[in-house]
């Protein structure tokens, strides 16, 4: 296993492979740039936040971890659970959200604490998730920690409270949040995630739906014209009222005079509503309809979701069968398409040895049937991923 490279997504490590994690690191007996060891809790606070503060700050791709009842000298283990000091995901959250405004832009490392257990032995464990918000700093002095000071890890090494990071490191924070070493298209869907950083765009066409990035204008996003046979009718689409007024068309996302993606999206009731077309992959005579999490395509999905603050993340259930009297039960009368992780697809759908290539093979033309297998497989999917939560 590579140790460290749990990010998360908004999901939570493991809890089997933070075990792992954990038990790996320990067993290397020595300390290093995304972990620490701390016999127990922390007793004063400012030592607290000046170590989460280092290794948020800290060159490593993964989540970092600050790791409570192991020795950081002779790395034996000291059940948790004993230590008068311990504190809860409650306590830490207080602390950091009640000192928010001390902190850059109000913006704190983000932070989860785990229990686990190893050789019969309670541990925490406070996972820091790497995000690209670098550099993390207060700006209004905390006790011993100074203001406007950007402390760092270099190895098994936290930058003093009394200095600061070295000028190339301090660079390499600010490189990585804006992705300034990242490819265009990964940059793009980074400031996607931020929609208050665009500005309407006039084009002198009218048109409320083209943006720029106001901090880096050279990225673009704006409304294209679509050819006629662009699909606008696809099952995920039949629910919507008028459906006969659906309208099909792109937005073009542009670093420069760069292209680099083209979005299909369907506009429903005369542009009333509007959704950037889905992937699929077709399961049973039907297809599965998802957006993938880290694409392009939900990035520019959320971006315009946010700005008509409408219910462009809702599909209306409609029409008469079994699946469709099921998921108005499960769902009422409005369907969101599911947001998939890394993993999810593949596991959900099943190895390609498993799956039966004869339906694949002739799916359904009946529209009727086509919007019911649609139902159908959204539903599966939301019972399967169900079935993974509980266990």
Known sequence: ??????????????????????????????????WDFKREHHQDNADLIH???CLANAKHTGNRFLIFGVDDKEFSLHPINEDTGRRSQADLASLFRDNAKKFFQSRFPEFYLKEIELNKILLDVLVIEDTPHKPYYLVERYKKNFAHHIYTRISDTNTPVN?????????RMWRERFGLDMPPLERARRYLIEPDAWAHLDEGDGSNMNFYHTTFPEFTLKVADAEDLIDRHQEWTR??????????GYYDLHYHQTRLARIHYVSFDDHKKSMVAPDWEPRGTGRFYFYKADSIDYAV?????????DDSSTLSIRGEGEAGNEARSQWGHQMKIPVLRSGELENFLG????????????????????YQLFLRNQLDFEYWRNRQNEG
């Open 163 to 171: 200095d600061a990071a070295q000028p190339h490191e301090i660079e």
């Open 351 to 370: 190895p390609d040895g498993k799956r039966d290539f004869r339906e694949i093979m002739n799916p359904s033309t009946d529209k009727a049937e086509q």
């Open 239 to 248: 629910g919507e009222i008028r459906k006969d007024n659906n309208y099909a």
């Open 51 to 53: 170590d989460v503060l």
């Open 301 to 309: 999905q959320k971006f315009y979701s946010t700005f008509r603050r």
């Open 1 to 34: 296993m590579q140790i460290g490279t749990f990010t998360g997504d908004s999901t939570l490590t493991k809890q089997d492979d933070l075990v792992e994690i954990i038990s790996i690191l320990i067993n290397r007996k020595i300390e290093g740039a995304y």
